[in-house]
């Protein structure tokens, strides 16, 4: 079975960081990319960002560039996000999904920011942030 297991959320202070991790088993990892996305109360799912593990390439939401940094260890399936200069309105549950790379690598941002184009997700970790 696919599994991916996030954690890392919790809470931070307005300017701080938070790095949230996502441990994905039962799929080939460097085939496959990763994607964070978000979802605050309210508010629509949100792509945050992706990487496609065959060739280290990444994309990143206008929201969150310069300030959150994705990576991924394909030595341990683990993708990381380093939030950084987090504001309120990061708060929000983050999940990690997963699909075929190539997918992701020839789409373009309407296909990767879409949650239909995901085949796999996980439970998701909250990210608390106090102004």
């Known amino acids: 079975d696919v599994r991916l297991v996030e954690s890392g959320g919790g809470l931070a202070q307005a300017g701080g960081s938070l790095t949230l991790s996502c441990v994905v088993s039962?799929?080939?990892?460097?085939?496959?990319?990763v994607g964070w996305f978000r979802q605050a109360p309210g508010k629509e799912h949100e792509g945050v960002s992706c990487?496609?593990?065959?060739?280290?390439?990444?994309h990143y939401a206008d929201s969150v560039k310069g300030r959150f940094t994705i990576s991924s260890d394909n030595t341990k399936n683990t993708v990381y996000l380093q939030m950084n200069s987090l504001s309120p309105e990061d708060a929000a549950v983050y999940y990690c999904r997963a699909t075929w790379g190539r997918k992701v690598a020839e789409g373009g941002d309407g296909d990767r920011w879409s949650s239909l184009y995901w085949d796999y997700w996980g439970q998701g970790t909250q990210v608390t942030v106090s102004s």
């Open positions: 039962g799929i080939t990892f460097h085939d496959y990319a």
């Open positions: 990487i496609v593990n065959e060739d280290g390439s990444t």
